[in-house]
């Protein structure tokens, strides 16, 4: 689960074509359809917090929490100009702690994908379901196999800017079902020149069935799964789909 760092500066131009507000649109309407009108949200693998101040700004008290120091530093300049009150926290999804429990987590664009090991994806909702209120809602997406298989792998995506370049080559693992993700990133400094970044990103793909067993696993009831944006089943040709999951366990007090 690597950290952003040279894209950690352009994400927010490169992520332009995202409709952050739209996906907002629909993960609130999930919320409340399962109950969470307000009060305290964990949104794990932040970023550069966009979805965390949307959500923010419809009235729900903020926590965002990613693995990347440099995400949080940009999260930060975006509330230092706009003071909305959202704690960010660095930490990996994987052993997040928190203070007290929320009354949902959300995590979206993929960042589950990130966690590439069975195990540590039962942890992470094992860690929901600690820190999840009684009967709280974990609502995550995930892309599918299928994007991963007849859609990015194997692929390269280019795109240039007057602010900076990109090129992302992907390569597909079908043994593994991991998706290899090399960013050569060329960014444009104040004195005109560009320097140049490398990364690399690791995703995992899961068959819907081994997310469900880890839901089950973890101690979590599974509610639902939707092709994402929509409240229908998920289709042979889904490329994303959203899971809710509720935490079990706990009693009311």
């Known amino acids: 689960m690597d950290a952003y760092t040279g894209f950690a500066a352009v994400y927010d131009m490169f992520m332009d074509n995202i409709p ?11 919320l409340k359809e399962y109950g969470v009108e307000d ?34 530093e940009i999260a930060m300049e975006y509330q230092a100009e706009q003071p909305d009150r959202i704690l960010y926290l660095l930490q ?3 052993e997040f702690e928190l203070y007290g429990t929320v009354r949902a987590i959300v995590s979206i664009c993929d960042s589950m994908n ?8 039962v942890q992470v909702l094992r860690l929901a379901n600690n820190y999840l209120d009684p009967g709280g809602v974990f609502i995550f997406d995930l892309n599918t196999l299928y994007k991963y298989r007849e859609i ?16 992302w080559e992907n390569y597909f693992d079908e043994e593994e079902m991991v998706n290899e993700y090399d ?18 990103h690791y995703q995992r ?41 509720r935490e079990r366990g706990k009693k009311e007090e």
Request: with cysteine.
């Open 114 to 121: 990130y966690v590439t090991n069975y195990q540590d994806l």
């Open 183 to 200: 960013l050569t990133l060329f960014i444009r400094e104040e004195d005109g020149r560009f320097s140049r970044y490398e990364e690399t």
């Open 20 to 30: 952050y507000e739209e996906w907002c649109e629909y993960l609130t309407g999930l």
């Open 39 to 72: 009060g305290l949200v964990l949104e794990l693998g932040c970023g550069t917090g966009t979805l965390t101040r949307l959500l923010a700004a419809q009235g729900y008290d903020m926590i965002g929490v990613d693995i990347s120091d440099e995400m949080l």
């Open 205 to 245: 793909a899961y068959e819907l069935e081994t997310v469900k067993q880890a839901i089950f696993e973890a101690g979590m009831e599974l509610v639902t799964v939707y092709d994402a944006f929509t409240k229908e089943p998920p289709g042979a040709d889904s490329e994303r789909v959203y899971f809710v999951a």
């Open 92 to 94: 990996d999804m994987r």
């Open 152 to 167: 990015l792998g194997e692929q390269t995506i280019a795109e240039n800017r007057e602010e900076g370049s990109f090129i």
